[in-house]
């Protein structure tokens, strides 16, 4: 779901910076070969992420929630030189075509991949961490933000994606919506946490900036 009118939203994705040929083919692929293509990030915020990490040139990423890997090569344009983005992703059917994409951008030893349930491996993961892309199940968004706060630099970032989830944070709550109760509560804590500042930006289905003081 976009929140602009279309002919602003059109204009605005005219005016970016288009996605490196490689991101297209992985598109293109993620499109005719995986289940859910919706999930990918998408160009336009594919390039807000990859600015974000050029301005901040992290050592330390972790995404939760690989997905085709659109996002994890986004984010490692702007990875510092010796840096490492940790990406976990519970579908482990989906690795073989990450690997393609990663080891054909140049990136791949600077991806180091992760199958599993993200909250028993983040707790193994003894570094701490620039940047934090939070995209894999909402209802655990509570619990991947306390397993991860601890382990932020000073000044480090956690992006939270989808975080509107279609509009759905401002209608009538379905007492059986587990995702739209879990984002709300996650919403306010973001707004509220004394240790992070926080903006939310209406790109697409909502991404979440915070910084941690």
């Keep these: 779901m976009h929140f602009l009118p279309e002919k602003i939203d059109t204009y605005v994705v005219a005016h970016t910076q288009g996605e490196p040929k490689i991101l297209q083919e992985l598109t293109r ?3 005719q070969k995986v289940l859910n293509p919706r999930m990918l990030s998408g160009a336009f915020q594919g390039r807000v992420l990859s600015m974000i990490t050029k301005l ?3 050592k330390n990423i972790l995404e939760i929630g690989t997905y085709t890997g659109y996002s ?3 984010m490692a344009e702007g990875l510092a030189k010796e840096g490492t983005i940790f990406t976990i992703d519970k579908n482990e059917e989906l690795e073989t075509l990450q690997n393609k994409y990663f080891k054909k951008s140049g990136y791949q030893k600077q991806i180091k991949q992760f199958v599993g349930n993200a ?3 983040i707790p193994t993961l003894h570094k701490k961490f620039d940047l934090v ?3 894999a199940d909402k209802s ?3 619990n991947y933000f306390h397993l991860i706060i601890d382990k932020m630099n000073s000044g480090g970032i956690i992006l939270s994606d989808n975080v509107l989830w279609s509009g759905k944070v401002v209608e009538e709550l379905d007492p059986k919506d ?3 109760k879990v984002l709300l509560e996650y919403n306010q804590l973001l707004n509220t946490d004394d240790r992070i500042e926080t903006v939310l930006l209406p790109i697409r ?3 979440t900036i915070s910084r941690v003081k």
């Design 29 to 31: 692929e993620t499109w």
């Design 56 to 58: 901040t040139s992290p």
């Design 72 to 74: 994890a090569l986004c």
């Design 119 to 121: 909250l028993e491996i």
């Design 133 to 135: 892309f939070i995209d």
């Design 140 to 142: 655990n968004y509570m």
């Design 178 to 180: 587990k995702d739209t």
């Design 205 to 207: 289905d909502g991404l």
